[in-house]
């Protein structure tokens, strides 16, 4: 089956999202729809994270189906899934550590750290740009093959420092990306292994086993089943598995990505694949769309009539969330699809599309220039130096806009920086995948 633009436009929306409502200038001053809930309920923002993991889902029928059908290579696929898995997952992990990667010391070494780790760092981009398929013949093979070898040697040296100096006793193990990882090496294994009834029936066993869990199983300690945030069950599991010194440094106590909630994270996921596999069907546009878009009515009936018992809450995923965004996910592709596939209304996608066809790097990359932007000092003094962040934020949007909107259109320019970067590969017909 060929690409499908909806769900790259879709993806391309749900970047933007993600980097718009991930960078506000000050967030004392951000509107109310780009704030995450506090704890129970649902705001556009809480929509950003389960489009992501659904269009993961929807994603593999489309990519791997036709293989499976024919019994093609499944041993391939299987290790295929499990080392894509483990790079996404490395990369959370590399996003939590940069750029410091917790040096415990400062001079010459972190000197060495930093140029290590950005020949390191290039060296891995200008591999993956060369592996593209207009690099394929002359000398670029030979180039892409030193450009390995300089990656491992600098990996090497990293290591060999990291022996003496790293410190990674307060490294965040969950994480956006680590999720997703997650979330795609159990769906990918499930496609791979079920039918879409096999799918259904697991999905289904998640949601209903996690809101027992959550609702009826005592927490150890004495505490009974609740959904606060630092006494819930999912809360108590991290803290126990990870200890607090792993988990989100805001809160320490819970994690927003912990294992447990990942469960229920797994059938949106599901729901994504089951979507795919109604897409890759021979029914007609038509028909695909009104099928998702009814379903997407259903789901979210049913999630809001789930919040009555199981509030809707992102932070623990519970499973009225789940199907909730099921439903919002289904809705929003159903209606991108009505509008590009049927209608032909394509002037609007291109924005959205440069960046959906390289989501993954485009969030990578935002979420290296946020830290960056936080290292790199510009002015102040020697004893409140000021960030690059904070010089731009109110050298050109503080002096000229009201406060929610200076924050705003620091938020956007974040985006526009991303989109630049992604518009450049674009043109070079260059796709960053894993």
């Known amino acids: 089956m060929n690409r499908l633009l909806s769900l790259d436009v879709m993806r391309g929306l749900t970047i933007a999202g993600m980097i718009l409502v991930n960078n506000p200038g000050d967030w004392d001053q951000v509107y109310a729809p780009l704030l995450h809930a506090d704890w129970h309920g649902c705001t556009p923002t809480d929509w950003v994270f389960p ?3 659904f269009m993961v889902g929807v994603a593999i029928p489309l990519a791997i189906g036709g293989r499976k059908d024919q019994n093609e290579g499944l041993g391939a696929l299987y290790r295929k899934i499990l080392v894509r898995s483990g790079i996404i997952f490395g990369l959370g992990l590399y996003l939590a550590a940069f750029p410091k990667f917790r040096f415990n010391t400062t001079g010459g070494m972190l000197t060495i750290h930093y140029i290590l780790l950005t020949v390191a760092t290039l060296s891995v981009f200008s591999r993956e740009i060369l592996n593209q398929s207009q690099f394929k013949g002359g000398p670029w093979p030979q180039r892409r093959q030193y450009v390995s070898w300089l990656a491992w040697v600098a990996m090497g040296g990293m290591v060999l420092i990291g022996i003496f100096y790293y410190d990674f006793s307060n490294l965040r193990i969950p994480g956006v990306l680590q999720r997703i990882a997650l979330v795609y090496l159990a769906c990918g294994f499930l496609f791979l292994k079920s039918s879409p009834k096999g799918q259904l029936m697991v999905a289904l066993a998640l949601l209903f086993g996690y809101w027992a869990l959550m609702t009826l199983v005592p927490v150890p300690g004495g505490i009974a089943p609740n959904l606060e945030a630092e006494t819930n069950l999912g809360a108590w599991f991290d803290r126990t598995v990870l200890t607090t010194n792993h988990l989100w440094s805001a809160s320490k106590t819970w994690d927003p990505e912990g294992f447990l909630s990942t469960l229920p994270a797994i059938g949106t996921g599901i729901a994504g694949m089951l979507t795919g596999e109604w897409l890759r069907s ?3 546009n038509q028909e695909k769309v009104s099928g998702v878009l009814a379903l997407g009515v259903i789901c979210l009936a049913l999630g809001l009539i789930w919040n009555e018992v199981f509030p809707l809450n992102k932070k623990i995923w519970t499973s009225s969330y789940v199907v909730y965004m099921a439903g919002v996910s289904l809705l929003t592709l159903g209606a991108i699809m009505w509008l590009v596939d049927i209608k032909g209304w394509q002037s609007w996608i291109y924005p959205f599309r440069v960046m959906g066809v390289n989501a ?12 960056l932007s936080f290292l790199i000092k510009v002015g102040g003094t020697p004893e409140e130096p000021l960030s690059l962040s904070s010089w731009i934020y109110q050298s050109f949007f503080v002096p000229f806009f009201a406060p929610k909107n200076a924050s705003l259109g620091y ?24």
């Open 51 to 53: 489009f992501f993991l």
């Open 282 to 284: 021979t029914r007609s």
């Open 360 to 371: 993954l790097f485009a969030f990578v990359l935002s979420g290296i220039l946020a830290k």
């Open 411 to 434: 938020a956007l320019l974040n985006v526009l920086v991303v989109w630049l970067a992604c518009w450049v590969l674009y043109r070079r017909k260059i796709f960053v995948k894993v």
